[in-house]
């Protein structure tokens, strides 16, 4: 579910939306279940995305009265105001990426073996990015030469959780998962990159909802405090 709330226009007001899946022959329809706090009453929305494939639609995100789900390679929308709803194609498709808000806009990160991207959705439909850098310039913070970059790529998951306009945070998981995860934070400005320290989870990281949580009132950083 997505939860769509402002408390700079309507304090006392959310929305909650829940886009559930239907398999169809020509593929699968997202609808999209609606609870509005000042009727307290659910209501179906007429309008309808049909995505062709199964994707979970996951990690709500929301800025400017729409819900975003991430589906793979679509960001899948839906607009409280107006009742509309549709589709964007995610300017990269990389297994590890992170889509999030800052100063009111979508911002799409992802990391691949060339390096880490930055993106902010724009217009509703498009993509410009913000910012890019290779793994050459942070192997240093990593304790590697310039020479293992594809190595290390290849030895480790390594996933962008967080964007604030600022920093990158990325969370570096060595394949052998007896070794500690680390999060790191990278500089857009400057292009240096800090080891934060490791993460003290009970659990895996991708199974806490820390990690999973993003809402443009609330900045990484005090989010993740209590993981290192």
Known sequence: MGLAYDPRELPDQFTIVQPPIYNRRDGCLYQFNIFRSDTG??????????????????????????????????????????????????????????????????????????????????????????????????????????????????????IPVGFDGQFVYIVVWPKNRYITSRLFRWETETGRTKDKGPINLRDTWFRTKVFKYANSMARVPQILNGTF
């Open 41 to 158: 009453k659910w209501t179906r929305s007429s309008q309808s995305v049909n995505l062709g494939s199964y994707w979970l639609a996951v990690k709500a995100v929301y800025a400017k009265g729409v819900i975003y789900w991430c589906c793979l390679e679509y960001l899948l929308w839906y607009d409280t105001k107006r009742d509309l709803a549709g589709s964007v194609v995610l300017p990269a498709k990389e297994k590890w990426i992170h889509v999030g808000v800052y100063s009111g806009e979508i911002t799409f990160c992802n990391a691949w073996v060339g390096g880490i991207e930055v993106w902010r959705l724009t217009g509703g439909s498009g993509w410009d990015r913000l910012h890019a850098t290779s793994w050459d310039g942070m192997l240093d913070a990593f304790n590697l030469c310039h020479s293992q970059s594809e190595m290390f790529f290849n030895r480790h998951m390594i």
